[in-house]
């Protein structure tokens, strides 16, 4: 029985003890949390930019008005890497359940098991945003005043080697006091609520810790919304020629945009646990071969496992092929592309711009593909019991490392490529599949203003979407690794 409620040095305790895969997760969910404040306290940086801080290499920063588009990047590269964080809280969760049912069955209380559970969690975001911020502190000491070139305002700044010398990104500006709160205590805290949040399915009992799965099938209210996002966004120049002017000039319609492509976003990351249990219940009474099957009937039980592993890969295919789109748009207009272009006198901004977006989409790619491999084995690993009585029954663990690979490839591949024609189509939808550029020069040295189609990038889209496929291959061909230990004949007595 309880004696009474527990101090906090004590769920101090309870919360940092553990073995070897305890470790592994705190050590990776501090990890995520270090880049999550890192790129927060960068977003809060180019937010804090006053006139004389500066001079910048990338004029994506440099300029005020494009700089909501910089936080906005910076801000949407934080999902990726805390739906991460969040997949890595499940590493090791058979142990873990075991010991929080010996918590239940030492006396504690449900409500002091779930606060163990976020303590555990927010210490590792806490110690994570330490170390994000301790890395952003080395960059602002050692980029913001290194000897090479001496700015216009006197002060020295790092030459990068390129006609455009300064900072790449304003490592020299510190940011207000209560950006600095909000990034340090909001990732810790959101880490701990949403550990406490993700327990609101689960009944920690002192006999084992039971998850009340869905099994009501996933509804198609998601997959409106992307339809309706997405159609909206396609069709947005098209509509804007539609309506009114007074309608269309006023400030709150441009708006509409960034809310469009949330509403995009939500809806196709939601979306695919619909799209992954249509996919099974269409082939499961078609095939023949086992380990399609399998899969099939997997993505059938268990659709919104298949939501969880899409979830930052699909965002970062739809940002990135958007992306592409714009890149195309902006490059043919300012001319730095196109058949009327001077390359002697053209400067390369929109170019090099969408490079470091390129750069950051990338790294958004890989850390969702680390949370896939995540994803993977914690499935593996959780339904060892199921696998092991498979094997006993005479299923090659061949047939089933096949299932596991198809039933977390077949529901990406619809789904990426939905992500990637949405976001090409998207960017032309708002920007327009033609502009006006400067054609050659006349003799009597006039510029006549021609009007040219903008190329869609099919090349840059189809190295994304096969860069993303093959990362998706061979992070869930990885987790096959827990496969065997998962298969072995002793699992059959595991408890989940």
Do not use: K
């Not at 120049?237 to 000039?249: F, I, M, Q, Y």
């Not at 339904?383 to 006993?392: S, V």
């Amino acid at each position: 029985m309880s004696t009474g409620t527990p101090r906090t040095t004590t769920l101090l305790r309870v919360a940092a003890v553990g073995g070897r895969a305890d470790r592994l997760r705190i050590a990776l969910t501090a990890v995520g949390s270090a880049a999550a404040t890192f790129a927060l306290l960068l977003a809060a940086a180019v937010a804090s930019i006053g006139p004389g801080d500066g001079p910048y290499r990338l004029n994506l920063v440099a300029d005020a008005g494009l700089r909501p588009g910089v936080i906005a990047a910076l801000l949407l590269m934080c999902i990726p890497v805390l739906t991460f964080a969040g997949q890595c809280s499940r590493i090791g969760a058979p142990a873990r359940d075991r010991r929080l049912a010996a918590l239940r069955m030492a006396g504690a209380t449900p409500s002091e098991v779930r606060r163990v559970v976020a303590w555990e969690t927010g210490l590792a975001a806490g110690v994570g945003a330490i170390l994000g911020a301790a890395a952003y502190v080395v960059a602002h000491v050692w980029f913001s005043d290194v000897p090479g070139v001496t700015a216009p305002d006197g002060r020295r700044v790092v030459d990068f080697g390129s006609s455009s010398t300064g900072l790449l990104f304003p490592t020299d500006v510190v940011p207000h006091w209560w950006l600095l709160v909000v990034c340090l205590i909001g990732v810790p805290l959101g880490a701990a609520l949403g550990a406490r949040l993700a327990l609101r399915r689960t009944a920690i009992t002192p006999f084992a810790v039971v998850r009340r799965a869905r099994r009501r099938p996933p509804t198609l209210v998601p997959a409106l919304l992307f339809v309706g996002g997405g159609l909206a966004l396609v069709f947005w120049s098209a509509l804007g020629r539609a309506l009114p002017d007074s309608l269309v000039e006023r400030p709150w319609f441009v708006l509409t945009v960034p809310v469009l492509v949330l509403i995009t976003a939500v809806g196709l990351m939601l979306g695919a646990a619909s799209g992954a249990y249509a996919l099974g219940r269409l082939l499961a009474p078609r095939t023949r071969r086992p380990a399609l099957l399998i899969a099939a009937r997997r993505m059938t039980d268990a659709p919104f496992t298949a939501s969880r592993v899409s979830t930052a890969v699909v965002l970062a295919v739809l940002l990135g092929c958007g992306a592409c789109g714009l890149r195309e748009n902006f490059a043919l207009a300012s001319g730095e592309t196109g058949p009327y272009r001077d390359p002697l006198e053209t400067e390369l901004f929109f170019t090099r711009s969408f490079e470091v977006v390129n750069i950051a989409v990338l790294i958004g790619l890989a850390i969702a593909a680390a949370g896939l491999l995540v994803v993977a084995a914690e499935g593996v690993v959780t339904r060892r019991r199921t696998l092991a009585a498979m094997t006993a029954t005479g299923v090659p663990r061949r047939t089933l490392a096949t299932a596991i690979v198809l039933e977390t490839v077949l529901p990406l591949v619809p789904t990426v490529l939905v992500a990637a024609v949405t976001g090409v189509l998207g960017a032309r939808g708002v920007y327009g599949s033609t502009v006006e550029v400067n054609g050659p020069v006349q003799p009597n040295g006039s510029l006549p203003r021609l009007t040219v189609d903008v190329p869609i990038p099919w090349s840059p889209s189809a190295t994304l979407v096969g860069t993303t496929l093959a990362l998706a291959l061979v992070m869930t061909v990885g987790s096959l690794a827990f496969l065997r230990s998962s298969t072995d004949i002793r699992e059959l007595r595991a408890a989940a």
